[in-house]
């Protein structure tokens, strides 16, 4: 008997068993909200210099080409053409554009940083993080020209799909995760690393004798503090490396789609981990931190509960119980009817990036619609076995003899001085000095934006010296003549007494010494000097007939079942929305009030904060639910 009394007493918690995706949203969109944050804040410091309107590749003079192609008048937009490059700029006159780069900037900050916090979101802001990046991508030009930046659009895109129209709840009861989100993500990690790998098999002959990551450490885009070490490693752990690569991207890729929880637990723990090994070899922007995002949705709330208090884990087993049993009908069939709908569109943008995947020509990197919603991805197809860099040199001496003086320019992360260690930035990133990894195997010719990237200096442009380490001149002195080197470079030997990191060893020069007065013409052919406006005759008498037409339509060149699509996913948004403002504002919603009711008792009990002699702490959560749920069935 006193043993009944005291089970009476101290019953045994219950645990909640959490199979759900809710959990799991939370995580991915604070993990999406900060790269979109770090995305945001490399184009607020650095596309000024990059592609504002005295940039090295300015977006006007790239608009101008783009309204020349579509045989366009200066300013107007048609639909054709946004549609072919969907961005805001279309309609930005050109002395708005800094202006509008900063403002396009601090909101995707702004709105990055909210969702971060508040771990929650809304369609419309995470179609505005979506919009206002893509504007940016689609004007980058060889800035922007890189996958990661079709990868970012993608998975914002799924995650429009992912959140409630209205509420920014942060468990939003009848906007459960949506099961073609969860399986979409694991399409796309899928992609991304089958590309990576195929790309790899079909390339480079390193691959297959085991042998690239006898090479990767030093010859890498922008090295990190590891990387010297890494390189060092015995040829046989390389080996090792490089048969780990093959299993990661070509073998393990195919569990991800098998509907197993603890195998695709399995299968997003290995991708995560290879990330993490990745980062932690070399600079590569916020790419491998946002590999790691769509294997966030390998994981159900089960295996995530950990990182949450009890308090959240009932409010979460709740919450999914509540979304099955009262949850608004109307609501329930077109929120399915949207999924499917982007089910579909995802299902017919796949079918080109499958036929790239299975070519013996495959692609990667590449997008196959304007709105890069469904891309093919791939890295490192082939491997440079030998490191050589762009070293730029400049004099402010008036004439150029054999006794000139050069000083060289150092730039933020590249490697340039041979004392100088390698930098750690990811996730950040430092877009010239990227590029210039890629000019350094090239033809300075074959690269516009590097010869206005002399000329910039040369002007002493404040904002592009803003993206150099050390600048050698100051305003009082500006170079007179610049001109580029072509150096060898190479680790420094495991035991050395040098306390140097690099070897280098000079090969040719690369471009001949320039002044300002030398580029003008090529600068005045190439739209990168500004002309002064001109009143156009044609231009005043088209004003006189009629108003100028700054959005037309053109019936060519536009993707019918895209649009469509789009259309529909539309107007269902517009039905979810008024079906959740009902839910708001209509006091005949008995069933939600009692659900927002029931949500504010689950974050006021906690069963550690509450004395054991109160009655209450016997009652679970769980209970809670049934008896609201038997008692509004009753009532009902």
Known sequence: MATEVKKENEPEEKTQELRGFW?????????????????????????????????ILPIPAYMHRLRTHFKLQPGQTRVDSFLAV??????????????????????????????FLQGSANMFIMAALWGLYHSIVNVGQQWYAFGWESQLLETGFLAIWLVPVFSIQLLPVNTPTSRVCIYGYRWLIFRIMI??????????????DLTCMNYHYETQPVPNPLSWFLHHAPPEWHKVETMGNHIIELLLPWLLLIPHRQVAAFAGSAQIFFQVVIITSGNFSFLNWLTMLPSIFCFDDGYLRRFFSKTTQNYVAMADRISVKCQNKPARYQRAVLNGSVGVLLMFLSVPVIQNLLSSRQQMNTSFDSFRLVNTYGAFGSITKERTEVILEGTSEEFITSSTQWVEYEFKCKPGSV????????????????????????????????????????????????????????????????????????????????AAVWNRKYLKPYMPPVSLTQLKEWRESNGFLKEPKKRDESTKETRKKGPRKYFSFDRENISYPIVGLFLVAGLLVLRL??????????????????????????????????PRDNGIATTTLTDLTKDCLDDKEKTE
């Open 577 to 610: 929305f008024r079906r959740e403002m009902d839910m708001y504002y209509d006091s005949s919603m008995g069933v939600d009030k009692d659900i927002q009711e029931l949500m504010t008792r689950a974050t006021e009990l906690d069963v550690d904060d509450i």
């Open 419 to 498: 004392d100088r260690r390698p930098c750690l930035i990811s996730p950040y990133h430092y877009r010239l000095d990227w590029l210039l990894w890629f000019a350094a195997f090239q033809q300075y010719h074959q690269n516009p934006w590097f010869i206005n990237l002399i000329a910039k200096l040369l002007e002493g442009n404040s904002e592009v010296r803003k993206l150099i380490d050390h600048d050698p001149f100051t305003n009082a002195t500006l170079p007179t003549y610049i001109r580029a080197q072509h150096y060898r470079y190479q680790y420094t030997p495991l035991l050395t007494e040098n």
């Open 195 to 208: 590309g990576a790998g195929l790309i790899k098999i079909r390339g480079d002959k390193c691959w297959h």
């Open 23 to 55: 959990l799991t949203r939370i995580i991915f969109l604070r993990s999406l909200a900060f790269i979109y944050c770090v995305a945001f804040s490399v184009s607020l410091f650095q596309n000024k210099a990059l592609l504002g309107a005295d940039g």
């Open 86 to 115: 969907p961005t805001l700029f279309w309609f930005i006159p050109e002395e708005h554009i800094d202006t509008a780069l900063q403002l396009i900037s601090n909101t995707g900050l702004v709105l990055s940083i909210g969702v």
